[in-house]
């Protein structure tokens, strides 16, 4: 997903679940105003913006994380080249991703 593709979904989509946790942050009067000004063009409000905007960070964060090339052979490619693990952060963040979410994910079902 792109920021341009958020920008569409704004337009039309409704908001997904959301956590039973509350995460307060401070914003600089800049990035403030970007989300009312954010909330005022697309008709959402600011808490939808922010969600929505951090969501996105994240994605791109996670789509910039390097590959690192492991010692281990995983796999083959269709030429029979050798594929190996990934020894950067990407595989920590997604198992710690996934360790969370199951904590989040019993705390809003409570």
């Given at each position: 997903m792109t920021f341009r593709?958020?920008?569409d979904e704004w337009q039309s989509k409704t908001a997904p679940a959301l956590t039973a946790t509350e995460y307060?942050?401070?914003l600089t009067l800049d990035d403030a105003a970007r989300i009312h000004a954010l909330a005022?063009?697309?008709g959402?409000?600011?808490e939808t913006i922010i969600t929505d905007l951090l969501a996105q960070?994240?994605?791109?964060?996670?789509a910039a994380?390097?590959?690192v090339r492991g010692t281990k052979v995983i796999s083959n490619d269709e030429q029979g080249d050798p594929l190996y693990e990934d020894a950067g952060p990407t595989p920590k963040f997604n198992e710690l991703t996934r360790k969370h979410r199951?904590?989040?994910?019993?705390?809003?079902?409570?």
């Open positions: 593709t958020l920008l307060p942050v401070r005022e063009m697309y959402r409000d600011r960070a994240l994605r791109d964060l996670e994380m390097p590959y199951k904590k989040v994910a019993a705390a809003a079902k409570s």
